[in-house]
Each structure stands twice: as structure tokens, then as C-alpha cells.
Nanobody
Framework: QVQLVESGGGSVQAGGSLRLSCVAS????????MGWFRQAPGKEREFVAA????????AYSDSVKGRFTISRNGAQNTVYLQMDTLNAEDTAVYYCAAPARNIIVSSLGNPGAYDYWGQGTQVTVSS
């Protein structure tokens, strides 16, 4: 089993920045992919970014490309999401997730491909 714990959420004004962290524990050495998703009130959970290190690949949704950066510190079992130039549409609960097995590139944005989820961290951007 794998446990994921997010941190770093908060409130920020439009144009500001936040950095989210996700620490994996348990059988985290088996992981090869970690991703970030978000869910705003009344909306479905949507893909934000993912990083795969078995066959290195990074993916972003179009809505955050150029503003968000995903990175990983393997020694600390931690994945980060640096969020810059935030706007009100980025307000949501952000979730860290990981699949139990390696997944193909075309599945990186599919929440159904992920088996482990964190509890979420709230990001609120005021305009």
C-alpha cells in the first residue's frame, strides 16, 4: 500500500505563486508515475500535470501549461507542483495521485488510471 500526503495549499491573490508538495510513503519504491489533479466546486476532477520517471515523460493540461511546473525529488519520495501566475480559475482542491503500475503516456491524464490518492489540499486564488 502507498500513502500520499499533500501540503502547500493556501490562499493567494491572482498573479501569485504557490508550491504544492506530495510525499509518498509505504511501498513508494514501486511507483513510477505521480500526478496532480484538481476539483473545483460543482466540477469534475481534472488532470493538471504528471511525471513519469521509468520512461521519463512530463505532461501538463493545456490550462496550466507554461504556468505550472511538476518536478520530483526521488531521494525524498516527493513530487512538487510549482504554480505561478495563478488566476481565479485555478481555485480548487488539488490532489496528488499515483498508479500502482506504470501507465502509458495516453493514460497520464485519466484519473481512472490512478490507484492511490492523497486527501487533497485547498488552493484559493482571489481576483
Amino acid at each position: 500500500q502507498v500513502q500520499l500526503v499533500e501540503s502547500g495549499g493556501g490562499s493567494v491573490q491572482a498573479g501569485g505563486s504557490l508550491r504544492l508538495s506530495c510525499v509518498a510513503s509505504g511501498r513508494s519504491r514501486s511507483l513510477t508515475v505521480m500526478g496532480w489533479f484538481r476539483q473545483a466546486p460543482g466540477k469534475e476532477r481534472e488532470f493538471v500535470a504528471a511525471i513519469r520517471w521509468s520512461s521519463p515523460y512530463i505532461a501538463y493540461s493545456d490550462s496550466v501549461k507554461g504556468r505550472f511546473t511538476i518536478s520530483r525529488n526521488g531521494a525524498q519520495n516527493t513530487v512538487y507542483l510549482q504554480m505561478d501566475t495563478l488566476n481565479a480559475e485555478d481555485t480548487a482542491v488539488y490532489y496528488c495521485a499515483a498508479p500502482a503500475r506504470n501507465i502509458i503516456v495516453s493514460s497520464l491524464g485519466n484519473p481512472g488510471a490512478y490507484d492511490y490518492w492523497g486527501q487533497g489540499t485547498q488552493v484559493t486564488v482571489s481576483s
